[in-house]
């Protein structure tokens, strides 16, 4: 018989065993709950990351959760079974305390789980989360500080916020009153958001209420200032439309009020009407530009400086709407000026000037009075030798205003022989014959006069200051032949900043098109006290509306600049571009793969312009645009010729900017000279004039090939002075003015210029460089007469050994002129007198390259490829040259593929020798190969060099041009 104490305690373990199943059970049930329903913050770990509390949802969902955290988790009822679950040991001693006596055998006892559901009661209307309140607050200080800020303390907002500040209002007035955060921090978003979009139209209207009833000066700066702060501004539009419907005369007044308000010491306070007269002119008021020149001519007494007064005179005098009746007492005016300049050449210069103005205003009397000062010895320097120098060449200065060109080549002579000439006299004499020659609009003695005046500038070395300055000359002759771009170049290689920067302005002021805009504000700034600054203004502000700037921005420019005189001709440049068409770049946008027709020259010579405009290099480009205006011309497309050699003169600027922009800053030393900061550049310098020399000169020869004389002398013109630039020492043996007088040989006939426009001193080598002259003008009798005394010369015991090896030389060139016109056997006898001298040793073997050229040109290939030498002959070139008449003679006779390989293996460094070379081969191949459009388009890109690729449709033109 089981003890029956045995009973009750295993009766018992069962029984804690089951209510710990159970409690188990309960504990999981009640995670499963509160996972279902959300756990409260109170079971969070702290680490655990919180929802942000600026969104109105999840901000409810927390205050629901701090709801639920402060309601308790258990009743009333429920507490006791709550401490029996979480203290089980206690609950088994109190079962053991209630057990029944141990002869009692209670039965088992059921125990039930509490009802957990039914013991938490139904969720109230929870609070709303502290966060969240606070969350509102800041929100709805921030609205608060925002409408502060941009109300400031004039009440702008009330004043022209209208009905989009009304609508803030409400909103701020509900994120006010709700007691709903929610609500509140969604009503000050909106409200903040709204005044962000309203801060353009208040500060506009702010700007537009501050201009109502001022004058129109202080109306325009304000517009700058408002477009200055506000650069991004929507309204911008609409202030720029604003400002183009302002009539002309408005800017006209602009411009007269900042002159009467300009001081006595600004540079252009009397020539700074002048501007406003010519725009009154442009539009048929003649009166207004009379009023103009008036104010101009009262101005004079009150300027600061003589200098100042006398050139302002020179300009008035020449104005269109000046009265000549009172130009007589004008210059006598002037003239009393220049008792006050200390300088006595200078001072002699303006006495010269104003008898040649005098002379030109029919004043004949007083023209001859104010002569007789300039050449008055208070005027000038006495000094033997020096003084009838100074007397000829004021009398060149005042003769270049009215008098033909012959009489001050008369005057010139007179110079030269003097016991003690300089080259610089003589080269501002001719300058001077170039300025009349331009006045009388006389051509052929324009260009025989610049001829001499460069090739007298050329020993002069570019630093020699103030021999350089001369130069002058030849600004001013081309800025009256309206050469501008020639202009230009020649007063960026004067290296005085003052005299450059004078010149530029007066070049701005006719053609503002053809000055870089790089360094601009820096020039109008720094040498704003410079003469044609302020005229220079007028024609810049033009040129940059016309050229499709806005005009705002215009108008901030004036609005810079140092001087009244010069924001004054700004407003006149402005006004002269009302009511005028804005010019677009015209260049179009360039793409290599456009569709092209093989059978159509047009649309070849398309695809060759487009890869030329490709070509980043700028002498590169330039010889690419020599064989394309050669391939138009050919055509017969004139204007497209002349638009190549547009484009071709454009990349050769390119070229003339970066030598400009890399060369070194120059200083004054004590002497007055110039002294080069840093020459190191001077290597590069020279590489870079060099080919734009060579491109002019082959530019010229291509010219006179094909007949347009005008741009061959304009070539010419270039050549030279592109050429005095490059050397330093004298020129008048030098290869490039050899060629140059070679080529006024061949245009002599119809320019009337000969030769002798750039004569050649008469020194040790003569004869040689006379023959190579007649060769290079590809005269055969004057090579042939120059042969025998070369011979002689070079027998002579103590020649040279450049002096032995000229025969060769002379025999070489001769075979090449025989070999262009067919004349075979004087050719090969040519050839063998060349040949046997260089086998003796009296010419190097770099001569032969003149024979392979020979050989090339008589279609002896075998024997011009084994004479393509080493080395570098003396004023003609390397391999490359012959390699290229070898291509081309190649792809004549059909053999394009052996031409191929010599336009191959020609130097990238030489691209027109290159460019030259593809022509030929690709037009050989049309002509030859029976290719299709897709193999030869194919054969194209496969090309590395935009050089090759322009070339071979250039020669591709060609052969099609031939088969039509």
Known sequence: MTNSWDWVEQHNKRERQRKRFRIFGIIMMLFFLLFVIGIPPIFKFDDEPQPPANDPNEQLAESDADSEQNRPLYSESDRSTASDIANPERQSNENSAMEPPEDMAPPPVEVTPPAITSSIPAPEEPPHDAEQQRAAERAIARLKSKIEQIDGNDGRLERYGGEPWKSVQVLVETANSTEDPAIAIEAATKATTQLEALIPELDYSKFRESIRGQDARTVLVARVEFRNSHPNHPRLTELEQSLKDLPRQKWLELAAEELTASSPADAGFSEGWLPIASAWQLVGNDAEAREAVRQAIEALPRMTLP?????????????????????????????????????????????????????????????????????????????????????????????????????????????????????????????????????????????????????????????????????????????????????????????????????????????????????????????????YASPACAGHAEHRIRSGESLLSVAAWTHSLPLASQRAAAFVGIARSTGTTTVADDRPEHELHNSVDFDDPASLMNSAERVAHLIQEPIDAAFVWVQIARTWNLLG????????????????????????????????????????????????????????????????????????????????LNLANAAGLLDATATYNNSNF????????????????????????????????????????????????????????????????????????????????????????????????????????????????????????????????SNLVRGTLGWYGDANRPRRQLAISLAADGQWEKALDHARKISETQPLYRADAWVAVAEGRRKRNSETDTELLQWIDSLESQVDRAAVYCGLTLAVAAGE
């Not at 006598?332 to 002379?359: P, V």
């Not at 750039?758 to 003008?777: D, E, F, G, I, Q």
């Not at 002379?810 to 075979?815: I, S, T, V």
Request: aromatic share 8%.
């Open 307 to 531: 200098e100042r007064v006398i050139d302002s005179t020179i300009e008035i005098c020449q104005h269109e709407s000046f009265d000549k009746s009172s130009s007589s007492q004008l210059i006598e005016d002037a003239a009393k000026m220049c008792e006050q300049i200390a300088a006595k050449w200078t001072r002699g210069t303006y006495f010269a000037n104003l008898s040649g103005l005098a002379s030109q205003l029919g004043h004949r009397t007083l023209a001859t009075k104010l002569l007789e000062q300039a050449l008055s010895p208070d005027n000038m320097t006495v000094e033997f030798g020096v003084t009838e120098k100074l007397v000829l060449t004021q009398q060149a200065r005042a003769a270049s205003w009215t008098a033909k060109p012959e009489t001050i080549f008369a005057i010139c002579a007179k110079l030269e022989k003097l016991n003690y000439p300089k080259p610089v006299y003589n080269a501002n004499a001719f300058g001077h014959a170039a300025i009349a020659a331009a006045r009388n609009n006389d051509s052929t003695q324009f260009f025989r006069a610049m001829l001499l005046t460069e090739n007298a500038l050329a020993p002069v070395r570019v630093y020699d200051y103030p021999n350089y300055l001369y130069a002058v000359r030849l600004a001013e002759a081309n800025m009256l032949q309206r050469r501008w771009r020639a202009a230009v170049i020649v007063a960026n290689n004067i290296p005085d900043p003052y005299v450059r920067a004078s010149l530029l302005f007066r070049i701005m002021k006719d053609a503002p098109q053809e000055i870089r805009a790089r360094n601009l504000p820096e020039l109008f700034e720094r040498f704003a006290d410079q003469r």
């Open 637 to 716: 497309k004139t204007q497209r010729y002349r638009q190549a050699i547009a484009n071709l003169d454009d990349r050769l600027f390119d070229a003339w900017t970066g030598v400009w922009e890399n060369r070194p800053p120059v200083k004054r030393s004590y002497n007055g000279g110039y002294i080069d900061a840093d020459d190191r550049h001077r290597d590069d310098e020279k590489y870079t004039v060099g080919m734009i020399v060579a491109c002019h000169r082959h530019l010229a020869e291509m010219q006179t090939d094909l007949g347009d004389t005008r741009g061959a002398m304009d070539s010419c």
């Open 738 to 865: 050899l060629h140059l007088k070679a080529l006024l040989n061949r245009l002599q006939g119809a320019t009337s210029v000969g030769p002798d426009a750039v004569p050649l001193k008469k020194h040790r080598s003569y004869r040689y460089t006379r023959a190579l002259m007649a060769a290079w003008a590809k005269d055969i009798p004057g090579l042939e007469a120059a042969m025998p005394e070369l011979v002689d010369n070079s027998h002579r015991k103590l020649g040279s050994a450049s002096e032995k090896a000229q025969p060769a030389r002379a025999y070489a060139e001769l075979a090449i002129l025989h070999a262009e016109r067919g004349n075979t056997e004087s050719y090969r006898n040519a050839r063998r007198s060349a040949q046997s001298l260089i086998s003796q040793g009296r010419a190097g073997s770099e001569m032969k390259l003149i024979l392979a050229t020979a050989d090339a040109l008589a279609g002896e290939f075998a024997l011009a490829e």
